[in-house]
């Protein structure tokens, strides 16, 4: 830009020579009152303002602040020349950013540079988009960014730009692009011909897929077989050969692409992958095994290089490898040296290199790993040291075999590492000591010789104070443990704590009084003492206390004082500190640091926040009479405290924070559901409401095996459906009934708990006009759940996109199986059952007259499943049934129901036992909501 | 794998080029370069390529006096970043021209978006001509 504008290479030669700031300054003083004094005469021709914007850009580079020339910047954009418009841009884009309100200004010439028929001024408009697009530019001109890149007349390099521009819009806000709509253009050009446009489009996929992954299902198919035409059939030119590497750029990405997504169950793509695969680990290597051990060995290599970076990346892919292989064992022959990476100079590797043995570890080394970790935490960086001690606490929780081995090591971590433990490490250990009573007399047998000795960190003290509180009667009779003794190596190091620490003890000392009443002088004179200091909570607890230590009677003290209940089980704080959250649209990694087990559970965990909202919003629909959503989520609530007890940590800390799972000591690892559908990751759209109307196709399809499910002016949906025990199928048939094709289709379910719903494959996306398509969904319910899942379906026809909200007719009783019983058995199991919570009963006033005569009753409770008895009720009318609800996880379960009609009131009284709360509840529910509202 | 910021730095600690791929104010651009040049400059040369900077990571090189920086998301690979800096560097020393065109051909929104080196000299060229050309018209009018 600086050929022709002699004026300011002059400039930049006059601030260059300025030897002094002073002078700088003034020079450039007096250039801006020269152009300011330019810029308010006006009538400057485009190549004057051109290059005055130039100056005052090279004065803001310098880091001058520049309150002027905006406008001036933004009639350059409005310019037909290049060299103007360019610099206009460049302004525009240095000088705003997206929440300037001046940039609003500048959106109309956007667009018009975005419709012209010149590539390089689409580029300008885009590059501008990019740098500064706010909302405002994402709402107005993201349709007019995508025609660029979905038209076939765009050259590459205006592709190019258009999908990164289209997915900087996407990241900065997320609800304006259409993302879903776009899925199919979009995932087409992945196939492009030029491999730069590939690329962007592959970055621009890999953020739209993950949040939408049904809906760019297709991508992964198409992202092996590029990867193919690449590494395998090597179809690129060698502009791209980056290294003797053909465009590494476009294969990491497409690898991480893959990610997203749970293998194909296509035979032909898995064989594609698994050649692409074989063909990157030869090109790296030689000799050949199964290709987990191959690249354990190859990574092995790795990290004893001589080449810093090469170490560095061998230990942190080694670390992925751990987070996603069924055996460390390859892994774990590389410890030494791994353990050795701890010493490293660099610090970049020594990090690696503890992320590493975190994720490594398991029963086997975990003695040997946390031992080293221990020692190397005296040594360690300080910018390291409270990663560390989170790591190790955690570790020696997970993986402790003996009790008294985690409270060695975790008393041994307060004490070594002092500063740098975080309050959760000692909430932690108190927890775990109150939730497990074969710990509790070891731990106060250790606390006790820690509390002995000369320096003693008051974290420890802490820890401390509160588990002889607690559990300090449990080794009093043990010579040197008596309660004086106690008593005395705690109040030694009272003096030296803060005021919080200080609070906590007295608590202790309430309860020394409580369980130790021959030390209760000694204990008065320091509440007595304690009265008079100056600290308002201090004081408040020594008064206080001394007030029910001296009551008349210990009644007080002793409710009071009553042990503390175990602590609710939660996630552990120490896990939730570690593993951050990102934000929303940035790419995700598909692993984190820590073995499979933590990879797994969070793999769950995602799984299970999605089905909490989609329940939510499930709420939200408020269709009353059709569910009583149980809201699953009560159950994990907040943390109970509220109890009578003094809680240690209650004075000034949150007992909140007190959150955690029990300490698994016997190291079973929760085999929890893993089954992981395309849809449970994040698949699912914000939930709008179900569509009016269809619910009283899903009333009948409650107790009807097929039938149809939706139906208006374009679309007929049916469904039919079959179920074996927990076990079940549905088939949805999609007619299109208009004369034009519907295009873009897609299907999402809304997942509830404890019902896994797997598709195996998405149905096309097109219909032609007056034709049929199916989709088949397996369905396996894995425990007694409440209210149905949600299908949302939605397609274009013509321009408009049609969404419609089904709910789905997978509720709990379509997973009984009706069971024959004579009178004397039925009678037997309804007793044993019994009344209580394990019974429904219910009277209420039927919509329609109730006809005993044409069967309809008995239809229906057959329809639901359950067996009808004949002759067990002695009054005819009466309908009596019984039915075995099965499960994947929670077993059997035994229903059984008696229905008495009252044909002159127009009434019913429902009946329902089951050996479990929530089927009972659920299927009373159920049977009510239809006899109510459905003519028989 | 988005890139967040590239900053090009003298050995003696001078900002020659910063490119910023997210919204941030004046204040806080300054605090990242300062406190990033710190620790990249102090790092002696057999140490790796890679930093953790916050919650992000740096990924840097030095190329005879000048260090190339780059601050990524800690979820990106270090490994093709560092290689996306290389290639800059290709083509800068291909190219002699402005430093900042190059980059808003190769980065954008903080991804790569051609790898080609041809590719990008082919597209910053024609825009060097384009400007030749306007300018060709003008002449050398100036005070």
Redesign the interface.
Known sequence: ?S?????LTVFIADIRNCRVRELEEKRINKEMANIRAKFKDGNLNG?QKKKYVCKLLYMYILGWDIDFGHMEAVHLISSN???EK?IGY?AVTLLM???SDLARLVVNSIQKDLLENNE?FN?LA??AI?NIGGREMAESLANDVHKLLISPASK??VK??AA??L??MY?KHPDVIPAVDWAERVIQLIDDLD??VA??VT?LIMALAQDNLEAYLGCYEKAVSRLKKIVVEKEY?L??V?YKVP????Q??LL?LLQYYPPSDDERVRAELHDVLQAILSSSQETPRNIVNQAALLLGRFITSKE??V???GLETMAHLAACVDSLEPIKKHQDTILLSLRD??I??R?RGLDLLYSMCDVTNAKAIVTELLRYLNIADYALREEMVLKIAILTERFATEYQWYVDIILQLISTAGDHVGEEVWYRVVQIVTNNEELQEYAARTVLIHLRSISCHESLVKVGGYILGEFGHLIANIPGASAIEQFHAIHSKFGLCTLQTRALLLTTYIKFVNLFPEIKGDILSVFNQYRHVLDAELQQRAAEYLAIATMPTDDLLQTVCEEMPPFPERESALLSRLH?Q?SDT????TWIIGGKDVNKERENLRMSSLITRSNSSDNKKTNGNFTIHNGSTSSNGGSTSSNGNINGSNGYGDVDLLSFSDLNLNNEITDSPTTLTITSQRGVLPADSITPGSEQWFGKLIYMTEGVIYEDTQILIRLKSEYHGHMGRIALYFTNKTQIQITSFITVIEHIENVIITTPGPPPSTIAPSNQIQQLFHIECHSTFTGSPNLRVSFIIGIPVYTIGLRLPVVIAKFMEPIELNGPDFFARWKQIGGGHREAQKVFKSAHPIDLVNGGIRNMISGFRFGILEGVDPNPSNVVGAGVLHTAKSGMIGCLMRLEPNVDAQMYRLTIRTTNEIATQELCTLLEDRLTNDKL | MAIKYVLLVSRQGKVRLAKWFNTLSPKEKQKIIKEVTQMVLSRRTKMCNFLEYKDEKVVYRRYASLFFVTGISSNDNELITLEIIHRYVEILDRYFGNAYFVLDELIIAGEMQESSKKSVIRVVSQQDALEDGENGEKGWTEK
């Not at chain 1, 050929?3 to 004026?7: A, C, I, L, Q, Y």
């Not at chain 1, 465009?247 to 476009?250: A, N, R, S, T």
Request: with cysteine; glycine share 4%.
């Open positions: 830009m050929t022709s504008m002699r004026g190549y020349k290049y060299s360019q460049l950013h997206e929440n390089i580029c885009l590059h990019a590459g390099f190019k730009k990164l521009t997915l900087r990241r491999l730069g690329l962007c970055s030119s502009d791209y980056y465009i590494p750029w476009l990491v990405k991480r810093t970076n170490r560095y990346l100079k660099d970049s590797v990090r951050q990102h940035e790419d995700k990694r």
